[in-house]
C-alpha cells in the first residue's frame, strides 16, 4: 500500500501565484484532513473532511480552499500564495471520524512563497 | 492560545540514556493523548498513545506516563539509541460535537542521541 501520497515534494511560488497541493489515499480512509507545519508552532489544523462532499475548517483556514469530490482525493488549493503560507504542508488521514486521532500522514510538500 | 504545551524544545542525550518530553494540557475534554514520531524529511508517525483512565502504558522501550489531576503527561524513551533521533509531538485530542476526535498538537522537541 502506497498509504498517503503528498504531491508535489517541493514548490516555489511567486506572491499572488495560485496552486494546488495534491493529496491521495489507498487505505479507504473516511477522514482526512491538511496541517501545516511552523518552527515553534507545532502541527495546526487547516481544513478537514469527514467523507466524499464534507469539508470544515480547521485553526487557520485563510487562504485555502478544499474539496473532496472522491473518499481517496483531498486537494488543498492557495487562492492567491502570500509569504505567511510559506510552510511544510502535511495531509493525513484516518479511518474513521470517530479515529481521527490515529493519523496517518504523507510525507509532505515544503512550500516557500516568495 | 497554546492547549497543549511541550518542553524541551530540544533534547540531547548520549546512548543508552533516559529521554524525557514533557506535556500539560488545559482542557479537562481531552479524552486521548498520542505521541507521534517524526524523521527529518517524513511525516510525523503515531509511537504511543494513551487514554486518561490509566496512569502509565509501555511499549517496548517508550513509556507514557500520564497525571490527570496535575494534567501533565510524558514520554520516556529508555535505553536511547542514535535511530530514536527525530522531532517528537505530543498530542491531545477531544470530541467535537460533530463526532470526530479534533487533535491538537504540541510545538515539538527535537530529540538527538550521541554515541
Known amino acids: 500500500n502506497a498509504g498517503v501520497t503528498q504531491t508535489p515534494k517541493f514548490q516555489v511560488l511567486k506572491t499572488g501565484q495560485s496552486m494546488t497541493l495534491q493529496c491521495a489515499q489507498d487505505?479507504?480512509?473516511?477522514?482526512m484532513s491538511w496541517y501545516r507545519q511552523d518552527p515553534g508552532m507545532g502541527l495546526r489544523l487547516i481544513h478537514y473532511?469527514?467523507?466524499?462532499?464534507?469539508?470544515d475548517q480547521g485553526e487557520v483556514p485563510n487562504g485555502y480552499n478544499v474539496s473532496r469530490s472522491t473518499t481517496e482525493d483531498f486537494p488543498l488549493r492557495l487562492l492567491s500564495a502570500a509569504p505567511s503560507q510559506t510552510s511544510v504542508y502535511f495531509c493525513?488521514?484516518?479511518?474513521?471520524?470517530?479515529?481521527?486521532?490515529?493519523?496517518?500522514f504523507g510525507s509532505g510538500t515544503q512550500l516557500s512563497v516568495l | 492560545q497554546q492547549q497543549v504545551k511541550q518542553s524541551p524544545q530540544s533534547l540531547i542525550v548520549q546512548k543508552g540514556g533516559i529521554s524525557i518530553i514533557n506535556c500539560a494540557y488545559e482542557?479537562?475534554?481531552?479524552?486521548?493523548f498520542p505521541w507521534y514520531q517524526q524523521f527529518p524529511g517524513k511525516g510525523p508517525a503515531l509511537l504511543i498513545a494513551?487514554?486518561?483512565?490509566?496512569s502509565e502504558k509501555k511499549e517496548g522501550r517508550f513509556t507514557i506516563s500520564f497525571n490527570k489531576s496535575a494534567k501533565q503527561f510524558s514520554l520516556h524513551i529508555m535505553d536511547s539509541q542514535p535511530g530514536d533521533s527525530a522531532t517528537y509531538f505530543c498530542?491531545?485530542?477531544?470530541?467535537?460535537?460533530?463526532?470526530?476526535?479534533?487533535?491538537?498538537f504540541g510545538t515539538g522537541t527535537k530529540l538527538q542521541v550521541i554515541p
Open positions: 493525513a488521514s484516518s479511518y474513521s471520524r470517530r479515529t481521527s486521532e490515529k493519523l496517518f
Open positions: 487505505m479507504n480512509h473516511e477522514y
Open positions: 498530542a491531545a485530542s477531544n470530541t467535537t460535537p460533530g463526532g470526530y476526535q479534533k487533535v491538537t
Open positions: 482542557n479537562t475534554a481531552f479524552d486521548y
Open positions: 473532511s469527514v467523507g466524499a462532499g464534507i469539508t
Open positions: 494513551i487514554r486518561p483512565d490509566v
